[in-house]
Protein backbone atom coordinates (compact mmCIF):
# COMPACT_ATOMS: atom_id res chain seq x y z
CA UNK A 1 0.00 0.00 0.00
CA UNK A 2 2.81 2.12 0.53
CA UNK A 3 4.51 1.71 -2.51
CA UNK A 4 1.33 2.39 -4.55
CA UNK A 5 1.09 5.52 -2.47
CA UNK A 6 4.57 6.61 -3.36
CA UNK A 7 4.12 5.77 -6.77
CA UNK A 8 0.51 7.75 -7.38
CA UNK A 9 2.34 10.43 -5.46
CA UNK A 10 5.32 10.40 -7.71
CA UNK A 11 2.93 10.28 -10.45
CA UNK A 12 0.91 13.79 -9.47
CA UNK A 13 4.39 15.24 -8.98
CA UNK A 14 5.28 14.25 -12.88
CA UNK A 15 1.76 16.12 -14.15
CA UNK A 16 2.50 19.22 -11.98
CA UNK A 17 6.02 19.33 -13.61
CA UNK A 18 5.31 18.94 -17.11
CA UNK A 19 2.14 19.76 -17.63
CA UNK A 20 2.16 23.42 -16.88
CA UNK A 21 -1.40 24.97 -16.86
CA UNK A 22 -2.60 28.10 -19.15
CA UNK A 23 -3.84 31.16 -17.62
CA UNK A 24 -7.35 29.85 -18.40
CA UNK A 25 -7.21 27.53 -16.29
CA UNK A 26 -5.79 29.53 -13.24
CA UNK A 27 -9.48 30.43 -10.77
CA UNK A 28 -9.84 33.72 -9.15
CA UNK A 29 -9.19 33.74 -5.72
CA UNK A 30 -12.66 33.53 -3.82
CA UNK A 31 -13.42 37.01 -1.17
CA UNK A 32 -12.94 36.66 1.58
CA UNK A 33 -9.86 33.96 1.17
CA UNK A 34 -10.91 30.56 2.89
CA UNK A 35 -8.77 29.82 6.63
CA UNK A 36 -8.50 25.58 5.76
CA UNK A 37 -5.63 25.06 3.28
CA UNK A 38 -6.47 25.80 -0.54
CA UNK A 39 -5.33 25.77 -3.85
CA UNK A 40 -3.30 28.42 -5.66
CA UNK A 41 -5.01 30.96 -7.19
CA UNK A 42 -5.35 34.81 -8.82
CA UNK A 43 -6.20 37.89 -6.68
CA UNK A 44 -7.60 40.43 -9.00
CA UNK A 45 -4.30 41.26 -10.08
CA UNK A 46 -3.77 38.98 -11.31
CA UNK A 47 -1.25 38.11 -8.83
CA UNK A 48 -0.81 34.45 -7.36
CA UNK A 49 -2.13 33.90 -4.03
CA UNK A 50 -1.20 30.16 -2.23
CA UNK A 51 -1.11 29.32 1.24
CA UNK A 52 2.18 29.84 2.81
CA UNK A 53 4.10 26.80 3.66
CA UNK A 54 5.29 25.43 7.14
CA UNK A 55 8.82 25.41 7.82
CA UNK A 56 12.52 27.31 7.45
CA UNK A 57 13.33 26.24 3.96
CA UNK A 58 9.04 26.68 2.99
CA UNK A 59 8.85 30.25 4.36
CA UNK A 60 12.04 30.85 1.98
CA UNK A 61 10.93 29.10 -0.94
CA UNK A 62 7.37 31.15 -0.58
CA UNK A 63 9.43 34.52 -0.57
CA UNK A 64 11.48 33.61 -3.91
CA UNK A 65 7.81 32.21 -5.32
CA UNK A 66 6.49 35.93 -4.44
CA UNK A 67 9.49 37.74 -5.77
CA UNK A 68 9.23 35.56 -9.26
CA UNK A 69 5.44 36.33 -9.23
CA UNK A 70 6.24 40.33 -8.97
CA UNK A 71 9.12 40.03 -11.59
CA UNK A 72 7.31 38.09 -14.08
CA UNK A 73 3.69 40.56 -13.93
CA UNK A 74 6.19 43.32 -14.15
CA UNK A 75 8.63 42.69 -16.46
CA UNK A 76 6.86 39.94 -18.99
CA UNK A 77 3.15 41.62 -18.35
CA UNK A 78 0.22 39.54 -18.13
CA UNK A 79 -1.81 37.95 -19.85
CA UNK A 80 1.20 37.37 -22.43
CA UNK A 81 1.76 33.64 -23.39
CA UNK A 82 5.56 33.94 -21.21
CA UNK A 83 4.22 35.01 -18.18
CA UNK A 84 1.42 32.47 -18.20
CA UNK A 85 3.92 29.95 -18.82
CA UNK A 86 5.79 30.78 -15.89
CA UNK A 87 2.42 31.32 -13.72
CA UNK A 88 1.33 27.84 -15.25
CA UNK A 89 5.11 26.58 -13.33
CA UNK A 90 4.73 28.74 -10.30
CA UNK A 91 0.98 27.24 -9.66
CA UNK A 92 2.48 23.63 -9.75
CA UNK A 93 5.53 24.84 -7.18
CA UNK A 94 2.86 26.64 -4.96
CA UNK A 95 0.56 23.81 -4.72
CA UNK A 96 3.70 21.05 -4.12
CA UNK A 97 4.77 23.63 -1.22
CA UNK A 98 1.22 24.17 0.44
CA UNK A 99 -1.01 21.17 -0.32
CA UNK A 100 1.74 19.01 -0.18
CA UNK A 101 4.45 19.90 2.08
CA UNK A 102 7.01 18.72 -0.61
CA UNK A 103 9.58 21.49 0.09
CA UNK A 104 12.45 20.07 -2.15
CA UNK A 105 10.40 18.85 -5.34
CA UNK A 106 8.93 22.84 -5.30
CA UNK A 107 12.24 24.12 -5.08
CA UNK A 108 12.71 21.82 -8.49
CA UNK A 109 9.36 23.34 -9.91
CA UNK A 110 10.23 26.89 -9.17
CA UNK A 111 13.62 26.76 -10.45
CA UNK A 112 12.22 25.45 -13.94
CA UNK A 113 10.04 28.77 -13.62
CA UNK A 114 12.54 30.72 -12.83
CA UNK A 115 14.90 29.76 -15.57
CA UNK A 116 11.53 29.94 -18.07
CA UNK A 117 11.59 33.45 -16.65
CA UNK A 118 15.28 34.49 -17.61
CA UNK A 119 14.82 32.72 -20.79
CA UNK A 120 11.57 35.20 -21.82
CA UNK A 121 13.37 38.26 -20.10
CA UNK A 122 16.39 37.65 -21.98
CA UNK A 123 14.18 37.34 -25.47
CA UNK A 124 12.69 40.76 -24.80
CA UNK A 125 15.72 42.41 -23.83
CA UNK A 126 17.10 41.54 -27.38
CA UNK A 127 14.50 42.99 -28.97
CA UNK A 128 14.83 45.87 -26.99
CA UNK A 129 18.08 46.54 -27.38
CA UNK A 130 17.95 45.56 -31.18
CA UNK A 131 15.82 48.08 -31.26
CA UNK A 132 17.25 50.73 -29.94
CA UNK A 133 19.93 49.83 -32.43
CA UNK A 134 17.74 50.51 -35.28
CA UNK A 135 16.69 54.02 -33.16
CA UNK A 136 20.40 55.11 -33.14
CA UNK A 137 20.65 53.95 -37.04
CA UNK A 138 17.84 56.61 -37.77
CA UNK A 139 19.52 59.31 -35.38
CA UNK A 140 22.82 58.58 -37.34
CA UNK A 141 20.85 59.72 -40.50
CA UNK A 142 20.58 62.87 -39.04
CA UNK A 143 24.21 63.55 -37.90
CA UNK A 144 25.40 62.58 -41.04
CA UNK A 145 23.04 65.15 -42.94
CA UNK A 146 24.38 67.93 -40.09
CA UNK A 147 27.75 66.97 -40.67
CA UNK A 148 27.70 67.39 -44.54
CA UNK A 149 25.74 70.52 -44.11
CA UNK A 150 29.03 71.75 -41.74
CA UNK A 151 31.45 70.36 -44.13
CA UNK A 152 29.95 71.94 -47.59
CA UNK A 153 30.19 75.71 -45.77
CA UNK A 154 33.56 75.57 -44.40
CA UNK A 155 35.76 76.69 -46.72
CA UNK A 156 38.38 73.55 -46.70
CA UNK A 157 36.45 70.60 -45.08
CA UNK A 158 38.77 67.92 -43.31
CA UNK A 159 36.15 65.15 -44.58
CA UNK A 160 35.18 65.48 -47.96
CA UNK A 161 31.90 66.33 -47.92
CA UNK A 162 30.20 63.34 -50.59
CA UNK A 163 32.67 61.34 -48.87
CA UNK A 164 30.92 61.81 -45.30
CA UNK A 165 27.16 60.08 -45.97
CA UNK A 166 29.26 57.18 -46.90
CA UNK A 167 31.53 57.21 -43.90
CA UNK A 168 28.39 57.08 -41.77
CA UNK A 169 26.62 54.81 -43.52
CA UNK A 170 29.69 52.14 -43.21
CA UNK A 171 29.85 52.57 -39.83
CA UNK A 172 26.29 52.34 -39.30
CA UNK A 173 26.07 49.04 -41.40
CA UNK A 174 29.42 47.42 -39.12
CA UNK A 175 27.40 48.17 -35.98
CA UNK A 176 24.25 46.45 -37.59
CA UNK A 177 26.04 43.61 -38.74
CA UNK A 178 27.81 43.26 -35.43
CA UNK A 179 24.89 43.15 -33.42
CA UNK A 180 23.15 40.75 -35.56
CA UNK A 181 26.02 38.25 -35.94
CA UNK A 182 26.50 37.74 -31.93
CA UNK A 183 22.50 38.68 -31.15
CA UNK A 184 22.06 35.29 -29.39
CA UNK A 185 25.50 35.68 -27.35
CA UNK A 186 24.63 38.87 -26.20
CA UNK A 187 24.22 38.13 -22.07
CA UNK A 188 20.59 40.73 -21.00
CA UNK A 189 18.80 38.36 -18.97
CA UNK A 190 19.27 40.03 -16.15
CA UNK A 191 19.24 43.39 -17.17
CA UNK A 192 15.68 45.06 -16.18
CA UNK A 193 15.86 48.67 -17.80
CA UNK A 194 14.02 49.35 -20.67
CA UNK A 195 15.17 52.54 -21.09
CA UNK A 196 18.60 51.42 -20.59
CA UNK A 197 18.67 48.63 -22.88
CA UNK A 198 17.20 51.10 -25.55
CA UNK A 199 19.98 53.86 -24.84
CA UNK A 200 22.48 50.87 -25.11
CA UNK A 201 21.89 49.64 -28.35
CA UNK A 202 21.16 53.34 -29.76
CA UNK A 203 25.05 54.35 -28.54
CA UNK A 204 26.60 51.24 -30.79
CA UNK A 205 26.31 53.28 -34.05
CA UNK A 206 26.67 56.59 -33.09
CA UNK A 207 29.65 55.74 -31.05
CA UNK A 208 30.97 54.03 -34.28
CA UNK A 209 30.44 57.34 -36.18
CA UNK A 210 32.84 59.26 -34.19
CA UNK A 211 35.26 56.46 -34.07
CA UNK A 212 35.25 56.21 -38.07
CA UNK A 213 35.54 59.94 -38.61
CA UNK A 214 38.55 60.07 -36.16
CA UNK A 215 39.97 56.90 -37.90
CA UNK A 216 39.48 58.11 -41.15
CA UNK A 217 41.41 61.31 -40.29
CA UNK A 218 44.20 59.44 -38.74
CA UNK A 219 44.68 57.41 -42.34
CA UNK A 220 44.37 60.59 -44.91
CA UNK A 221 46.70 62.89 -42.86
CA UNK A 222 48.80 59.67 -42.48
CA UNK A 223 49.49 59.87 -38.38
CA UNK A 224 50.24 56.66 -38.29
CA UNK A 225 51.47 53.96 -40.75
CA UNK A 226 48.92 51.48 -41.80
CA UNK A 227 49.07 49.18 -43.85
CA UNK A 228 45.99 48.48 -46.49
CA UNK A 229 47.33 45.91 -49.53
CA UNK A 230 48.38 47.95 -52.32
CA UNK A 231 45.69 50.51 -52.61
CA UNK A 232 45.83 53.19 -55.98
CA UNK A 233 44.42 56.31 -56.17
CA UNK A 234 41.47 55.16 -57.74
CA UNK A 235 40.32 53.09 -54.74
CA UNK A 236 41.44 55.06 -52.49
CA UNK A 237 38.32 56.11 -50.81
CA UNK A 238 37.31 52.61 -50.61
CA UNK A 239 39.98 52.20 -47.54
CA UNK A 240 38.00 54.82 -45.57
CA UNK A 241 34.80 52.76 -45.82
CA UNK A 242 36.48 49.66 -44.94
CA UNK A 243 37.68 51.56 -42.13
CA UNK A 244 34.35 52.89 -41.13
CA UNK A 245 32.85 49.54 -41.60
CA UNK A 246 35.73 47.97 -38.98
CA UNK A 247 34.91 50.75 -36.81
CA UNK A 248 31.38 50.22 -36.02
CA UNK A 249 31.84 46.42 -36.48
CA UNK A 250 34.41 45.76 -34.01
CA UNK A 251 35.51 49.21 -31.20
CA UNK A 252 38.67 47.31 -30.86
CA UNK A 253 39.58 48.21 -34.22
CA UNK A 254 39.47 52.41 -33.55
CA UNK A 255 40.76 51.49 -30.34
CA UNK A 256 44.41 49.98 -31.49
CA UNK A 257 44.78 52.92 -33.81
CA UNK A 258 43.78 55.61 -31.16
CA UNK A 259 46.10 53.83 -28.94
CA UNK A 260 49.05 53.71 -31.66
CA UNK A 261 48.15 57.30 -32.19
CA UNK A 262 48.77 58.16 -28.22
CA UNK A 263 51.21 55.78 -28.21
CA UNK A 264 53.38 58.37 -30.94
CA UNK A 265 52.32 61.25 -29.66
CA UNK A 266 53.51 60.59 -25.95
CA UNK A 267 56.47 58.68 -27.22
CA UNK A 268 55.51 55.79 -24.89
CA UNK A 269 54.69 52.08 -25.48
CA UNK A 270 50.32 51.64 -25.67
CA UNK A 271 49.10 49.52 -22.61
Not at 34 to 59: H, I, M, R
Request: with cysteine; aromatic share 10%.
Amino acid sequence: MAMIARLFGLLILFALQFCTPVFGQLRQCPDPLPDQPFVPCLNVDKYLVWQNGSGEDATTLDIDMMSLDHRAHERLGPDTTEWAEVLGLLYNAAAVNSLNGNVKEARIIYERAEQTYLTALEAKNRIQYLLGLMLGILACTFVAGFLFLIARCLAQPFVDPKLLPLLCLFAGIGSLTSVLTRLDQINLKFETSRELLMISGGARPIVAIFFALIVYLILELRVIDVKFGSPTASNANSIFLISAFLCGFSERFAQDILSKVAAGVSGINPT
